[in-house]
């Protein structure tokens, strides 16, 4: 299975940059796609930023101009560049990754976010 690893949270004020990343271990071979989702408290868990094998990202309407996801094959690695941080970013942010047909998802443990205003 893949194993999935985050790091890079912590506290910034509003405006700042933090840039998460997400190493991949395992059975890392065959994955499709990767990609981080975000989860605040009382608020629903949703998909902030993917990336596909080919390249493709995508992003919520929410951080969409403001976040940059990117990743580095040779290291296993999925990163999330997050600039111009809002109080409302605060959240848990998990890594994901798909591998195989159907897409079996693997979930990192998470990394806290907070930004303070």
């Known amino acids: 299975q893949v194993q999935l690893a985050e790091s890079g949270g912590g506290s910034v004020q509003a405006g700042g940059s933090l840039r998460l990343s997400c190493v991949a271990s395992?059975?890392?071979?065959?994955?499709?796609?990767m990609g981080w989702y975000r989860q605040a408290p009382g608020k629903q868990r949703e998909l902030v930023a993917g990336?596909?094998?080919?390249?493709?990202?995508m992003y919520a309407d929410s951080v969409k101009g403001r976040f940059t996801i990117s990743i580095d094959n040779a290291k296993n690695t999925v990163y999330l560049q997050m600039n111009s941080l809002k109080p409302e970013d605060t959240a848990v942010y998990y890594c994901?990754?798909?591998?195989?047909?159907?897409?079996?998802?693997?979930w990192g443990q998470g990394t806290l976010v907070t930004v303070s205003s």
């Open positions: 994901t990754a798909q591998r195989g047909d159907p897409p079996l998802d693997a």
């Open positions: 395992g059975s890392i071979f065959g994955i499709g796609a």
């Open positions: 990336i596909t094998s080919s390249g493709s990202t």
